[in-house]
Each structure stands twice: as structure tokens, then as C-alpha cells.
């Protein structure tokens, strides 16, 4: 019996880590310069009558958001970026804008309405 008992005592034990977790408890922020550089506005629906709008990260972490309609430039709005943690997730705060980051490799998303299919995606860097 005593054997038995060691037993569940270390079965209570590796049930526990699993439960809590067996993590560092450090959570990965991404770096700024992560960010940086140029994003297009995505749309799942190619119906979707949304013109490409242009996003632009800068490292001195100032942003230029350009507003397209029919394809040409109708406005444009600027101001300051900010990455910070909701959560251990990160996000990506300008204007009067929050969104969830997503990234995956070298692919770089700020999730806009991932149910409907909407996204700025990194397209290359800026200087």
C-alpha cells in the first residue's frame, strides 16, 4: 500500500503541472522594429467595397495611415504607435485603434475582424 500511495502522490503532481502549466511564465513581447514598415488593408471578401487603405509604421514610432477611395489617395492621418500586452497578447495601438497582432514567421497581421475576414498585413519595410 505504501507503494500505491507514492504513486498517486506523483500522479497528483504531474496532474497539477499540467493543470497550472509548466511554463517560464515569461511572455515573449515582440520587438518594435517587428513592426515596422508597410501594411495593406485585407479583405477575405473580394466583394467587400473597401478600397486598400495603406498603413505605414515607422521606427521613430510615428504612423501614416493613407485613406484610398476609387483607388487614389482621399486622405491621410498621422500620429504615434504603440505595442503593449492584454493578457500575454500583443497588441498594436494608433489613432483611436487597438488591434490583436498576429505573427507567424516573417508574416505580420493586425487582426482587424478575423470572423469577417479583415487585416492589415505587413508587406515589406519601410525606410
Known sequence: ????????????????????????????QPKPETFVGEYVYYS??????????????????RYTLAHMAGGRLRSTEEGTW?????RGQPQLSFGNRTYPVEIKGKRVRLLI????????EKTGDSG
Open 44 to 61: 477575405a471578401d473580394k466583394g467587400a467595397p473597401h478600397d486598400p487603405d495603406k498603413l505605414t509604421l515607422r521606427a521613430d514610432r
Open 1 to 28: 500500500m505504501p507503494q500505491l500511495r507514492a504513486y498517486a502522490l506523483i500522479g497528483m503532481f504531474a496532474l497539477l503541472g499540467v493543470i497550472f502549466g509548466c511554463t517560464s511564465g515569461v511572455n515573449a
Open 113 to 120: 475582424d478575423l470572423d469577417l475576414g479583415h487585416w492589415y
Open 82 to 86: 504603440r505595442i503593449w500586452s492584454n
